[in-house]
């Protein structure tokens, strides 16, 4: 079966305490404090955002995936808090398996409260039930062990560890593939 990718009108979605919307060009400044921010990014191999144009670049390519299907993500919010922080989506689908990676980050300010967890659980519920996914991957590195968690609390599965497998910033990095298919929540 092939995934459902019409992400028009786009899906609000909410949890217990969070409202994941789409990123708005308002959203500008808290995208740009995310993906400047090193603490943030340190376990990204992309670039710091280095001015709003850059983050405004961003949040273009996001709305571009969005309008082809190539890919999803929304702005997490606090109920009550209509303020951006955090993004989260799927990324890279591959429609012909079924298949989407996960991908999220937060500001630090928010870590430690489980957003990103409840975040995620959300992911998984939109991806296995609107987008008709049979299998969904997170591609973290190693030494990001808060993420594993985030993965490991959702049921997500270490499938690999590649080693050296990606070249970013002049060095050979390691990667770790974890799965969730979707009969994983069923049994």
Same mark, same amino acid.
């Given at each position: 079966?092939?995934?459902?990718?019409?992400?028009?009108?786009?899906?609000?979605?909410?949890?217990?305490?969070?409202?994941?919307?789409?990123?708005?060009?308002?959203?500008?400044?808290?995208?740009?404090?995310?993906?400047?921010?090193?603490?943030?990014?340190?376990?990204?191999?992309?670039?710091?955002?280095?001015?709003?144009?850059? !983050?405004? /670049?961003?949040? %273009?390519?996001?709305?571009?995936?969005?309008?082809?299907?190539?890919? =999803?993500?929304?702005? +997490?919010?606090?109920?009550?808090?209509?303020?951006?922080?955090?993004?989260?989506?799927?990324?890279?689908?591959?429609?012909?398996?079924?298949?989407?990676?996960?991908?999220?980050?937060?500001?630090?300010?928010?870590?430690?409260?489980?957003?990103?967890?409840? !975040?995620? /659980?959300?992911? %998984?519920?939109?991806?296995?039930?609107?987008?008709?996914?049979?299998? =969904?991957?997170?591609? +973290?590195?190693?030494?990001?062990?808060?993420?594993?968690?985030?993965?490991?609390?959702?049921?997500?599965?270490?499938?690999?560890?590649?080693?050296?497998?990606?070249?970013?910033?002049?060095?050979?990095?390691?990667?770790?593939?974890?799965?969730?298919?979707?009969?994983?929540?069923?049994?």
């Amino acid at each position: 079966m092939m995934p459902d990718l019409n992400f028009n009108p786009f899906p609000e979605l909410q949890t217990q305490r969070l409202v994941l919307r789409p990123i708005l060009d308002s959203d500008v400044e808290a995208v740009f404090a995310l993906r400047s921010n090193p603490e943030v990014m340190k376990f990204v191999p992309r670039p710091l955002a280095k001015t709003l144009d850059d !983050a405004r /670049a961003h949040i %273009v390519m996001i709305q571009d995936k969005i309008s082809s299907g190539e890919g =999803i993500n929304w702005a +997490i919010t606090r109920k009550g808090h209509p303020e951006l922080i955090g993004i989260i989506g799927h990324y890279r689908i591959q429609p012909e398996h079924s298949r989407a990676e996960i991908g999220y980050m937060m500001l630090p300010q928010f870590h430690g409260n489980g957003y990103t967890t409840e !975040a995620v /659980a959300e992911m %998984v519920r939109f991806g296995f039930q609107k987008m008709q996914l049979h299998s =969904i991957e997170a591609i +973290i590195d190693p030494a990001n062990v808060a993420s594993a968690r985030v993965l490991e609390k959702n049921k997500f599965v270490k499938e690999a560890h590649l080693r050296e497998n990606q070249y970013y910033d002049g060095r050979f990095l390691d990667t770790v593939i974890y799965s969730l298919l979707k009969k994983d929540l069923e049994t």
